[in-house]
Each structure stands twice: as structure tokens, then as C-alpha cells.
């Protein structure tokens, strides 16, 4: 995900107290990402329109757990961005905005 968007995360490492931390901040999240149980009883009190949306390569969601939590949404929709990771919005952002746009339009 560094690799995104070079000059954004130069400066964010430079102003981080311990950049040196950052990749277990994120291996952390990871983990807690795979380990959350949330299910049907969550997600449909969910009573707005919702995209859900995850790249192709999400290193902290698989896209069988991102297309699960959209189908119990009630009006839940899903985009599962191409050539991207967690950072879909950095990585792909011409797909990302495609989809955001159609779904905004629609609701």
C-alpha cells in the first residue's frame, strides 16, 4: 500500500511519532479484520443504501467476506474495484469513482 501513492506517505511517515510501527499497525488490523464476526443480525439493521466496495487484492478482507456482508445489507450494492488492494481509492480511483457515481445516481 506505500508503494500507492509515494509523495502522500513520505510526508505521512514523516509527521507519524514511530513510522517504524506502521506496517504493525497494519498487521494488526489485519488480523482483527479476518477475526470480527459480524452477521445477518448486524447488518440488517442497516436501513440506507449502501455500496460496499473492496479491491480485487484486499489484503485485510477477502472478497467471499465482502460479497457476504453486501448480501445482507437490505440495500446493499457491491463493487469489487480491479488492480487494486485495501487502497482501491488510491490505486484505481477512475474505477472507484465510476462506481460511487452510478451508485449515488441510482439512490
Given at each position: 500500500?506505500?508503494?500507492?501513492d509515494?509523495?502522500?506517505?513520505?510526508?505521512?511517515?514523516?509527521?507519524?511519532p514511530?513510522?517504524?510501527?506502521?506496517?504493525?499497525?497494519?498487521?494488526?488490523?489485519?488480523?482483527?479484520?479476518?477475526?470480527?464476526?459480524?452477521?445477518?443480525?448486524?447488518?440488517?439493521?442497516?436501513?440506507?443504501?449502501?455500496?460496499?466496495?473492496?479491491?480485487?487484492?484486499?489484503?485485510?478482507?477477502?472478497?467471499?467476506?465482502?460479497?457476504?456482508?453486501?448480501?445482507?445489507?437490505?440495500?446493499?450494492?457491491?463493487a469489487?474495484?480491479?488492480?487494486?488492494?485495501?487502497?482501491?481509492?488510491?490505486?484505481?480511483?477512475?474505477?472507484?469513482?465510476?462506481?460511487?457515481?452510478?451508485?449515488?445516481?441510482?439512490?
Amino acid at each position: 500500500m506505500l508503494k500507492a501513492d509515494g509523495l502522500y506517505w513520505k510526508q505521512q511517515l514523516s509527521i507519524m511519532p514511530q513510522p517504524r510501527q506502521l506496517q504493525h499497525m497494519f498487521d494488526q488490523v489485519g488480523k482483527a479484520a479476518a477475526e470480527m464476526t459480524l452477521d445477518s443480525t448486524f447488518f440488517s439493521t442497516i436501513k440506507c443504501p449502501v455500496l460496499v466496495m473492496a479491491g480485487n487484492h484486499d489484503q485485510f478482507l477477502t472478497t467471499e467476506r465482502v460479497v457476504n456482508a453486501s448480501k445482507m445489507i437490505p440495500q446493499g450494492e457491491l463493487a469489487i474495484i480491479p488492480k487494486s488492494t485495501h487502497a482501491a481509492f488510491m490505486e484505481n480511483f477512475e474505477a472507484v469513482w465510476i462506481c460511487v457515481e452510478i451508485f449515488l445516481n441510482a439512490n
